[in-house]
């Protein structure tokens, strides 16, 4: 376990710096972001200045090594934007992107998973195929979509729920949240619903065919024959073995929908860090884009890790190795 | 049966619950309050650190200015009451008595000099571009000198903020950019950001108390989304609002449309230089003024307008709005270059070039209101008078490093040229005074405009401290440009704005919304 730990912290070191060498090299592509924070009109001497509060005056080699030199004493850097520690900005942003992820994920997963088990014990049945269609709609409609229309029909049509931000937080455990009180609760009805639907569909065609596939096999028979109940069948024998691939997916969509919630929190103006992704990369606001990458990695690392403990869990026979 | 009546009251329950949960929660409040619905979010709260829109909306609530630019882009007294020209260039303007900071403090003459000490060092220093040195005469006078002659130096003190020396000291700079003090009609409450800005009024203001109490910003990106705020009566006011949604705004009774023509114009610089990066001919066809005068002709800007920008933009009759010191009386870049096809294929023809040539259009695809559509129509326009012009779309981040001077890269650039200013001078100086001459003027010349008839004016324009002879010599150097046609005009794009009925919202020139002058019904 302990060997398995530090070769995880090896690779994630690794998997850190070599995100940052490729954000690097790909943003000297860009303009140079000294114009973008500058007037039109600005003079040679304001541009110089300019260049020199945002340390841009030297080489991108150079840069690059104070940016290294500067992480590992635990500085992140400043955004040419905000002029605001780079790391400060997302973590600040972070918390309402996480609560409205989790909302999401935590949504679909109790939806996918009776949905899933129950369409791959009857595939035959109508019910089933009603629910395989209603994913294959799930997968398909885009994300953007789906917010306008939310926003249309149960905002601007019914005024049921508020269009969009983030309403009344309370600090829990030093994190604003929204859920708890009953106006943010309003707030992230739409933005989870409709962050959950890809999400939603994936796991439940996954628990289903994972499902089919368990249903066939001899155990399940043998456990029917010995008089267990079909329902404990279903959900003791047959899900515990078609879950590695949920399990799997699922991490990979957490991982992914907290990195890049982007168009949702961009149509329901949530105050998430998916905005300041998008916005950092429109003025070249390279600190901030690095960092962001950087923790997006971080995060994928530890879902990842996360997961394979997961697996231990539910299948004995996986050894972390 | 005990089950079923479980279930149900179950159900029943969990309705009432959504019911109560779907409830819209009213408010009602003695003290008025608005909610405001704005593009994006500010970056910053410190007025020396950056000039983006939210960002200098937000300067004017907390914050004042010496000199007060009003909506109608006049030039008032603010913290100064007056002000005077010593000599050609000594100003001397004295403050306003008992004007007083958020904290209580009042504002003395040092405070003023500390901005402007401290703004030389941020990056903004283009604000004090034109203060060679300032000092107190005593604590209620600041004598200001200019590094040459400059009439307008007043318009340009309307964009400085002052800050309060003790408290910036205090605090240092990255809390000043998160919690702004200043002498402005309303304070910060709360700012979380992207999602929302709570200022309250501030009632020692100078001007007296506003008549709004408590005004709420709102960051909300997407246009649909914005309107849709204000469809269901969340926001009062949006800025920005999406021209497909004008017709829809309009036919509701309970809200109110209002544009009107922004500052911001939209202009095609030529290339003047002898050959041209993207020309492949031994020499630049647009040093020929019939050249440019058939590429003027070409452009079918009411189309442009009516086709691409639904009628939400006006044509720019010259490279400043008539507010502004510079603008000519009755001259119209239209009426001297009208549409007329016919007329610039002679004009092409006559000049050598009938078989026409090729080159590139440099432009922006996410700065202004659908500039890569007008780049479109552009190229189809001049492909009429044999011009086949190759688009270069790309987003802002590459764009205004790409097409900075000395813009080798570049023969025909379209971009905008802001002047809240209220003054032609800074953008006659930046784009189209000879590059390399002088320090500090053809900083944006991308065409490299060249002619020293036009440079003597600028150079009579910079040498006065009278606006009037200011005013007249920036005029000659208008008739000049457009002779000469060194930028060719497009439009002007529309401010769009929708707010509830009992909104009363006069928009303001340089787009700045300020509460202090809206009030509700």
């Known amino acids: ?321 | 049966m005990i089950r079923s009546f479980k279930l149900g009251y179950c159900a029943i329950t969990v309705l009432a619950v959504i019911g109560l949960m779907l409830t819209p929660a009213g408010t009602m409040a003695a003290d008025k309050e608005i909610k405001i619905a704005l593009t994006s979010d500010a970056v910053h709260v410190d007025p020396q650190q950056g000039n983006e829109l939210t960002s200098n909306i937000m300067f004017n609530h907390f914050y004042d200015t010496l000199v007060r630019r009003t909506a109608a882009l006049d030039f008032v007294p603010g913290l100064a009451e007056s002000w005077e020209l010593k000599d050609e260039l000594t100003w001397v303007f004295k403050l306003r008595k008992g004007v007083k900071f958020h904290n209580g403090d009042e504002l003395k003459a040092s405070d003023v000099l500390f901005s402007i000490e401290r703004c030389k060092t941020q990056l903004m220093s283009n604000l004090v571009r034109y203060i060679a040195e300032a000092k107190a005469l005593d604590d209620y006078t600041v004598q200001i000198k200019t590094p040459q002659p400059y009439a307008v130096l007043h318009m340009d003190l309307s964009e400085f903020h002052i800050l309060n020396e003790k408290y910036v000291k205090e605090v240092g700079d990255e809390q000043l950019n998160l919690k702004p003090m200043g002498t402005g009609p309303y304070q910060l409450v709360e700012w979380v950001k992207e999602d929302h800005m709570t200022l309250k009024a501030f009632d020692g203001y100078y001007l007296g108390p506003p008549e709004i109490k408590k005004v709420t910003f709102r960051p909300i990106t997407n246009p649909a989304t914005r309107t849709a705020a204000l469809l269901t009566g969340e926001v009062d006011i949006i800025q920005d609002l999406a021209v497909r949604d004008a017709d829809r705004i309009k036919s509701n009774d309970k809200l109110n449309l209002i544009t009107r023509p922004s500052l911001l114009n939209i202009v095609l610089a030529l290339d003047y230089r002898e050959k041209s990066p993207t020309i492949d001919l031994p020499v630049n066809p647009m040093k020929d003024v019939r050249v440019r005068e058939a590429i003027a002709r070409a452009i079918d800007v009411d189309t442009i307008d009516r086709v691409i920008m639904n009628g939400l933009a006006t044509p720019s009759d010259q490279y400043v709005p008539s507010s502004h010191i510079g603008y000519v009386d009755g001259l119209d870049f239209r009426q001297v270059y009208p549409f007329d096809l016919e007329k610039a294929n002679a004009l092409m023809k006559e000049a050598g070039y009938a078989d026409g040539f090729t080159m590139t259009l440099d432009a922006t695809n996410n700065r202004y209101v659908n500039d890569q559509q007008v780049a479109q129509a552009l190229a189809g326009m001049l492909a009429k008078i044999g011009i086949t012009v190759q688009l270069n779309l790309m987003p802002k981040s590459n764009f205004f490093g790409y097409i900075r001077v000395p813009s080798d890269k570049s023969s025909f650039i379209m971009s905008g040229w802001d002047t809240p200013s209220g003054d032609a001078g800074g953008m006659y100086n930046s784009m189209m005074y000879s590059r390399d001459k002088k320090k500090g003027y053809g900083q944006a010349n991308r065409g490299a405009y060249a002619s020293e008839e036009f440079d003597a004016w600028i150079d009579k324009a910079d040498a006065t401290p009278r606006v009037e002879e200011r005013d007249k010599f920036l005029q000659e150097a208008t008739k000049v440009a457009v002779r000469d046609i060194v930028l060719i005009p497009v439009h002007y794009e529309q401010d769009l704005y929708a707010t509830k009925k009992n909104v009363d919202l006069k928009p303001r020139v340089d787009k700045f919304i300020w509460t202090y002058e809206i009030d509700i019904k």
Do not use: C
């Open chain 1, 1 to 321: 376990m302990i060997s398995y730990l530090i070769k995880r912290v090896f690779q994630m070191v690794g998997v850190l710096w070599v995100v940052s060498i490729i954000v690097f090299t790909m943003m000297s592509f860009t303009g140079d972001p000294t114009y973008m924070m500058v007037p039109l009109d600005a003079t040679e001497d304001e541009i110089a200045n300019a260049r020199m509060l945002l340390g841009l005056d030297k080489s991108y080699i150079v840069q690059y090594g104070i940016f290294l030199s500067n992480i590992l004493r635990g500085d992140f850097g400043r955004s040419f934007v905000f002029r605001q520690p780079a790391f400060g900005l997302i973590m600040e942003r972070m918390p309402a992107t996480v609560e409205m992820v989790l909302a999401a994920m935590a949504l679909s997963l109790v939806l996918a998973i009776p949905l899933g088990v129950f369409a791959g014990a009857y595939p035959q049945k109508k019910t089933s195929r009603g629910i395989m269609a209603g994913s294959l709609l799930g997968i398909s409609l885009p994300n953007f979509w789906v917010g306008m229309m939310l926003i249309f029909i149960l905002a601007v049509q019914f005024n049921l729920l508020p269009s969009s931000g983030r309403g009344d937080t309370v600090p829990v455990m030093g994190i604003n949240l929204s859920i708890v009180t009953m106006d943010g609760f309003r707030h992230i009805i739409m933005p989870a619903v409709t962050l959950s639907f890809a999400t939603l569909a994936m796991l439940l065609r996954i628990t289903r065919a994972g499902m089919m596939e368990v249903m066939k096999q001899d155990f399940i028979k043998f456990a029917r024959a010995k008089g267990a109940t079909f329902k404990s069948v279903l959900f003791k024998h047959a899900l515990k073995n078609a879950l590695i691939p949920v399990v799997t997916i699922f991490g990979l969509q957490l991982g992914d929908l907290i990195g890049f919630a982007t168009i949702t929190e961009f149509i329901f103006a949530w105050p998430g860090m998916g905005k300041l992704l998008v916005d950092s990369i429109y003025m070249a606001d390279r600190p901030v884009i690095v960092v962001y990458l950087m923790f997006v990695a971080f995060l994928f690392v530890v879902i990842n890790f996360a997961v394979d403990i997961i697996y231990t869990l539910i299948d004995p026979r996986i050894k972390l190795r």
